[in-house]
């Protein structure tokens, strides 16, 4: 059994990971932490969790970690790079699921983040929790950097396009994506009231959202080469889900076959599902699941590319891919604790 | 393993029996049918499946119940009695979805579903499948008639005041209830579009419900006496859930604890849940899982007791009730495959 | 023209207001106020009003009374109270659509909302706005308290009934309401994220709603004995919109003909319309308008009377009747500004 | 008045018109067409219009087109075409809703609708009922071809940016577009239920929709080069609205000030409204009126400028800029019958 603690657990990843690691059979969750709620029964605030937790929140002052083989931090930006130098010193692993130690260059996290990085010395061990692209580095890793939830499906769905060069063109990459409402997190503003948001739907962060970096240097990770997004964010009316619509120029129009060529490039991959030619998927395709859906188009047979990627935020977006690097860090099947089924409908 | 062939898969207590069965360590699905859908892979029809499932749809005809050790039928209404004495002739048990052997009163069957019985020598032996009422006969049955998603809501909310003579007025009681649009299963009707029923709700089925008779059947049994309900359902424009609000007039005022009534009666039940004094079940609670949340009120201290039950309706209200029968039939744990946690958010 | 004054406009009964007085050829609204927002155009914290108002709000202290003929009061509650002596003395009349001058007996609204009440000489004068009840009174009052929103449909619902001595029994009366979230307020709380009440449903406030004490004098005012409700509000997962399901006991089985004895009681009324018989109505039909739609009818001819009423909780259930509240008092056609027709699909 | 007859009003834009209609001061809606609810009062079908029209559905054969004004076709494509010689030869003049008469180039419709076309010789005189670039032509035309939904908030979108030579390429525009369900229309089809587009999203029609060839031409018609556009949309789980999401690569990295050019471009035009720099449109915003409402942005300043636009796709969409073609042939004013504010939330 992996003994693990969440720090931070009120939130909606932190609900998440219980349902998950619910099910997760060498998975015992032994702490959960959260400052507001310490005391508080965990299946009092998550009723869902009735029956399956008999936890309380503590306060993060009281986590013992010795004993403790992994931490997953459910926090905001900011909160885990404080504490994370004394963590790993206790010798526990750490997953983090915030974007604290995303970014390699940190005048740059700095800049996007709006505040001074307490943690600088350990920005460059953390290895970037992207199984598909990362999955050795993961497996030996102390810190795993968890995606963000637009980071996980854009990165997804060009690496196919992006590992043989001269395939299309860097600088002109559009990323269209729309997300659920979860993706915002569980903060009592105005703007995420139902009554704001619902029947509606809306462009936001045009200017400029924080996981342009994170993904313009996963991008270029690939490549070897810089790679310009525009990156235009949409919010659905919905929980869950990212529906990404990527826009590339191909500098070649003979070129290969793009289908094939998706098809082969996920063929081992559990978690990424390259739908049949002309078939694109839909978000309802993945509810629940740690399943990204990839649908390959070129419309007109003219020189773009439409790519559209699946995923729930909160599961590949967020904690079931947290859990899939648990799986690659502690050697066992990376599938373990993944495998249900998407609710549909 | 149990072999399992499913009849009449495309609907969606179709997709959720193979959704749940994927989970199920005993459960080996050998055959689906359907008649509209024949040779096609079922991941094709249900995105969702694909990678649980290589199965196709076949032709019920061509369903080979030698080797089958259970059969559910997830047909409408009339189908499954049309083949139930061959299917159960060729050596397997049924678990029936559908309405067909869920009322005893031929006559009233009839006049409710508005066509003649085609196998009314089966009715008497059918169980009704409600594994809080008929535990035990479910275990030895060959044929259970699977309650239907009202009922099954409705009947466990006052199981407990009907168990006890006197407690509560038989004649005057009231289910307000409201279901997800999968309730109506996926049939191509206007009336059912997202445009006609989304951003709205609306009361349906006054005059008289199928249900009706199912429901008040079951009352009568729990408390020995005939039993008169005002049943008024409604439509919510969400896909999943059915949340009960039932009204009853206390014959006596001083009475009992009615919440240490319910705790008691639900102690050892693995899918009921009472939910702790002055709290109420929502439906996200309860979104694919096969739990039951109950909750008990009596406002202002008066006379009338108000329960409020949640269920998913595909779920306890559908399949996860047919496994939930199959595994009692098959003396497993009552909870294989039915453990994971409610989708929340 | 009429020269209106809002007072506390932010909120969506605000909004509501001023999407209908932009339609309504008599009205001329002065000034907005809210402290919050001070100096801040409407239309930019309403984007639908962008070329409808050019007015930006003010504080409520800036406001001048001289000259105003009507002001609205779309406050929280204990705010109107404070002020409100001060804005009579001022000569204007006053349509306050909050709950505080609601409830006749000052110690009842005191236990019930929780504070003294700042302004306890001034309960007695003001008129209950319910046109279909009061429209004389309303006629010539300087202060109408104008009714919730669940107390408008549900007094609808039962006036034909309780206009006749000995119809229905008047102690066992129960409303199973479901609204939308709008009904709630502008309230930056976590309970009302879209996240935690989307794709759901829920009775709240089982144990007492301080709606219910306003119905219940209501409904005794209307019938002139003591009526007990029985009252369980749901929240929808949508914005607008209450339905109301209503269920009596008949003291007659005899009777009357209750379909005639509904069309008869609102044959003149411009805001209720009864459905046919046999025809309940969906909340879609009255998104947006002032309209109140009724359906009544008795199942399997039993002793138990349904009376189902949809209405927009922020048009008939709060500004829109305010503005026919005003109407009234200014002695214009009672539908100016209010005869748009609900918007569908 | 105009004498106005509505043929295949059962859709969603026939009520949309006849919601509209019902508040426009010199509308007479004298005929409305259904072969299948031939007799129906229109307000049995709509309950929403109980109390607005007294009329019936009648044959499309008895409409008496002497003394009619104006014909509003709101039929599938291939209807109106059909009859059009013989209507307009009534001496009536024509606003077709339908894609019949949109596209020039005959092939090009046959080719995309799957059909021939059934009045060639009526298509030249046809004129594109886009008043924002054909205003005058409209006020003189015989018949008018009302645009597509999609095509209405592209063209709009993309208007100013075509007019000035050399500021975009033309190549690669990209419109990433979400609309709502009405969008489809009023089909029995399994595809639009509530249970299966609800708490979704995706993509569709990605290898080509019907509106391409009609925005292209008018993109083309506007700049009076060829241009090419790769058009994505995707459906999303309301009734009304789209937005669009266009990109274009921006040929002159200095350029003009984007911004102020969309403000002055639209600065006379009643129903197309240029949001402040840095704020984009949200489909509420225009729900149920006739505004479209774009937003404009350049993204970390680099070579992509970021059109939004937001129209209602009933209204703006479809029957509101009907009714706006009609106030222009009728010279009457052309907001009349328009003004209403959009329903928020």
């Known amino acids: 059994m992996i003994r693990i603690a969440i720090i931070g657990g009120t939130g909606y990843t932190g609900v998440e990971l219980l349902r998950l690691l619910a099910q997760h059979p060498q998975a015992d969750v032994c702490a959960i932490s959260s400052r507001a709620e310490a005391g508080r029964p965990v299946a009092d605030l998550f009723p869902n969790l009735r029956g399956h937790y008999d936890l309380c929140f503590c306060d993060p002052l009281d986590v013992d970690y010795s004993g403790i083989d992994l931490v997953f931090f459910a926090t905001p930006h900011g909160v885990a790079q404080a504490s994370m130098a004394e963590v790993l010193a206790s010798g526990t692993r750490v997953v983090d699921l915030s974007a604290d130690f995303r970014i390699r260059d940190q005048q740059t996290w700095e800049k996007w983040y709006g505040q001074d990085h307490q943690c600088p010395e350990l920005i460059s061990e953390a ?9 050795e580095q993961i497996a030996h890793a102390r810190l795993i950097a968890c ?16 590992e043989t060069p001269g395939l299309i063109d860097l600088k002109t990459i559009v990323a269209s994506c729309a997300s659920g409402a979860t993706g915002a997190g569980k903060q009592a503003k105005v703007d995420f009231l139902l009554t704001e948001i619902s029947d509606s739907f ?7 959202h924080r996981h342009l970096p994170e993904i313009e240097q996963g991008l270029s990770d690939i490549c070897g080469e810089p790679v310009e997004l525009t990156f235009v964010p949409h919010l659905l009316p919905i929980n869950r889900g990212i529906l990404s619509t990527i826009y590339v120029d191909l500098q070649d129009k003979s070129g290969p076959d793009y289908q094939l060529l998706f098809e082969k490039a996920y063929a081992r991959e559990p978690f990424v599902d390259v739908l049949p030619a002309g078939v694109q998927p839909s978000l309802r395709s993945v509810k629940g699941s740690n399943m990204c859906r990839i649908g390959v188009a070129r419309p007109q047979g003219r020189s773009k590319l439409v790519v559209t990627v699946a995923e729930d935020n909160l599961t590949k977006g967020a904690s079931g891919q947290a859990i899939q690097n648990m799986n690659i860090m502690f050697g066992i099947n990376e599938t373990e604790g993944l495998a249900s089924v998407a609710l549909m409908p």
Not at 127 to 135: A, H, I, Q, S
Not at 150 to 162: A, E, H, M, R, V
Not at 202 to 208: I, R
């Open 127 to 135: 290895v970037y929790g992207l199984p598909e692209v990362n999955r």
């Open 147 to 162: 995606p963000g939830c637009y980071p996980t499906g854009i990165q997804l769905g060009l690496k196919p396009l992006l």
């Open 202 to 208: 809306k462009p936001y962060a045009v200017g400029g």
